[in-house]
C-alpha cells in the first residue's frame, strides 16, 4: 500500500500492514518502547537541513522579514527537531 498520509502510513506500519518512511518526529515515542524499529539504519540521511531562501531583503514584505526573523530566534529548537535527538537525550 502506498500513501501520502501520514497518519495512515504510521498506523499501517504500527499495525504490521507494511513499513514506512517517516520523520523520526512522528515515530519517536514508538521507537522508544519498542513498538516500532528501525531498518535499514545505514540508508537513513543523517543530516537535516533547513534553508530560508528569499530575494533581497531590501524589498522583502514585512511579514517575511518577521517570519525569517522568527526562524532565527528558534534555530535551536528547530534543529533539535530536525535532529531526531531532544537536548535532554543529548545530554545538553
Known amino acids: ?21 517517516l520523520p523520526y518526529s512522528l515515530l519517536r515515542d514508538e521507537l522508544n518502547t519498542g513498538d516500532a524499529k528501525t531498518l535499514l539504519e545505514p540508508w537513513v540521511p543523517q543530516e537535516r537541513t533547513m534553508l530560508l531562501v528569499y530575494p533581497d531583503k531590501r524589498h522583502l514584505p514585512l511579514k517575511s522579514q518577521l517570519f525569517i526573523e522568527f526562524i532565527r530566534e528558534k534555530r535551536a529548537e528547530f534543529r533539535e527537531k530536525l535532529s531526531g535527538i531532544s537536548q535532554t537525550e543529548s545530554g545538553e
Open 1 to 21: 500500500m502506498i500513501s501520502d498520509d501520514f497518519t495512515v502510513t504510521k498506523a499501517f506500519a504500527l499495525n504490521h500492514a507494511g513499513i514506512c518512511y
